[in-house]
């Protein structure tokens, strides 16, 4: 199994900083990679597929990067509404693994 | 507009089967795969299968295999999770989430809005 592993776990960021969650892969997965967004009680939101595609409708402040085995997720200005827990996923190869999950707290 | 609509939460003792559903609409049921996660309290995701409708094609986490089975009956455009002997560790929320495209490649994107299942005796 491709074992994915972020970081931080945990961050503490205020409205407007600039935030970047990384993933590593621990063998290369092309660019098959996607990120979500959950909120506590609500189901995951896919934000970006593909390592660096931005899913409709997904505000343009969030970016992603990455190839083979290093991947990151961006946010430019963190909002008040972008206080969640932030999940990758590789869909390389089966079984299609997460994260661990990051955790967006209010500074 | 399209959804997926899971069925609601159960409260079952340990060593009872059950079968929760998704049910697709607003899209071609049958050319979509569709994964289900589950999220233990307090901790995150894990994937633990896909199965393409069309074809019922399944593919299972090897964390799960043998433990759950998935299935499809895509002239109800239902997707199906189901145990045969729950266990009190199967306490969890499950999802059902749809993949993007006719490939698992691109993510998910349309999520089921979850279902509990509590298992205690």
């Known amino acids: 199994d491709i074992q994915l592993t972020q970081s931080p776990s945990f961050l503490s960021a205020s409205v407007g900083d600039r935030v970047t969650i990384t993933c590593r892969a621990s063998q290369g997965i092309s660019g098959y990679l996607a990120w979500y967004q959950q909120k506590p009680g609500e189901a995951p939101n896919l934000l970006i597929y593909s390592a660096s595609t931005l899913q409709t409708g997904v505000p343009s402040r969030f970016s992603g990067s990455g190839s083979g085995t290093e991947f990151t997720l961006t946010i430019s200005s963190l909002q008040p509404e972008d206080f969640a827990t932030y999940y990758c996923?590789?869909?390389?190869?089966?079984?299609?693994?997460f994260g661990g999950g990051t955790k967006v707290e209010i500074k | 507009e399209v959804q997926l609509v899971q069925s609601g939460a159960e409260v079952k003792k340990p060593g009872e089967s059950l079968r929760i559903s998704c049910k697709g609409s607003g899209y071609s049921f049958i050319t979509h795969w569709i994964g289900w996660v589950r999220q233990m309290p307090g901790k995150g995701l894990e994937w633990m299968g896909i199965i393409y409708p069309g074809d019922s094609n399944t593919r299972y986490s090897p964390s799960f295999q043998g433990q759950v089975t998935i299935s499809a009956d895509k002239s109800i455009s239902t997707a199906y999770l189901q145990w045969s002997s729950l266990k009190a560790s199967d306490t969890a929320m499950y999802y059902c989430?749809?993949?993007?495209?006719?490939?698992?490649?691109?993510?998910?994107?349309?999520w089921g809005q979850g279902t509990t299942v509590t298992v205690s005796s």
């Open positions: 989430a749809r993949c993007s495209s006719s490939s698992p490649y691109y993510g998910m994107d349309v």
């Open positions: 996923q590789q869909l390389n190869s089966y079984p299609l693994t």
